[in-house]
DNA sequence: TGCATCCTTACGGGAAACCGTAGGTTGGTT
DNA sequence: AACCAACCTACGGTTTCCCGTAAGGATGCA
């Protein structure tokens, strides 16, 4: 079984059980080895390589609450982003609330994590799965995510801009302008009413405030 | 310290620590003193009245992962309500992943609970004063609450009558004809324009999209 | 009763969004 | 070169939204 463990999870709680957990599956825990905020978690990996013994294994939370002082990294993704620069094979286990499969799935594509598993009602057994699976070089997506969810529409990195605009109160106008200041295409207003519309009709709504609305319930910004 | 505990949480991880931390501050929580949904809470507590042993403290998440077969009690908020009724003296602490202020203090109104902890970074030790204050019969409130958001508007029920409209993608003339549907004041078209205009002036926003997010965010509806 | 104030509503002009059409560009095929 | 498909964009008409103005109604007070 693994050796060395970092754990990163901001809630003492829940950082605590983990560790009972992971000591009943014979995994020490030190009190190196479990962080309440991303910055220390990215300054342990990078220690631990520097000395020679890295980590195998992060287990962390994806929402961290902020706190004062002002942290580097704020959250999960992030710190993941950062960890596989420095130590690409790390293995990472995400750990948290968060229980849809979409989400999980854009973190195994993106990031490339190797576990995922909600916090839950029988997450303890769950996570036991995971870090058998891992140590075996298997990816593991809990069962106990929420499969059924179909995107009836995927969007674009274009898409999200126009959705990120609205939010930030632009009319369709000033949006073509801004677009255009970026670069991206298409630019024409026309093309921004057309795009906006057929989302709007993939997802079977019939105005911005639906769509502001599915789009925050899917994190899709 | 309390003699009798019941702790409705549905995560097993965090299930757990609540217990040894309990157990830490020498409150034993024997196997019929947890719980991983509200329906079993709200028999356990039942049946410990009717048995002439009843519990004097229950602690609570408030969101509960759907499950099959589908609970009556849905929710922690539920709960409380429902446990209010067959054992007012119940005290009740909140333990839950939401920090706004706003919504505790709702929480404390409305249910007259007992104390707020939310699950945070020094959550052991805050649950730890918490238990020691409601046993002396005073209320807390955790610090560790985020005071400072204020509400720009108070949505009124009309208000959120309104944006729920919104969010049903309907017109504002067809909202008009709903409202005198069903008699709600005022129903003028014109009213609605500008009571819209009003609240977005209010929070400082431009458009539907925007106001929906801080609904949505704010949890006003 | 008369007057002031507040609220609701109707109306109208202008802005933004919605929607179809048509012209233009690009890139690939024959 | 000619053709085609896919895409972007410009344009115009309609609807919806935005916002100011003003008329009508209720209430309170002198």
Redesign the pocket.
Known sequence: MFKNVLIAEDHEIVSKSLRSALTDLGITIADKDYVFYCDDAFTRVQKALRDGDPYELIITDLSFDEDYPKQKIAGGRELIKALKEIQPDLKVLVFSIENRALIANTLFKELNIDAYVPKARHDAKDLKLALESIYKNKKYHSPNLRQKEEYLHDFTPYDKTIVSLILDG????EMSGILKQKNM???????I??R??YI?TALNIS??GQLIAYCIANKVI
């Open positions: 632009k009319t369709q106008k295409e298409p630019s024409g207003l026309s093309s009413e057309k906006i519309n709007k105005n911005n």
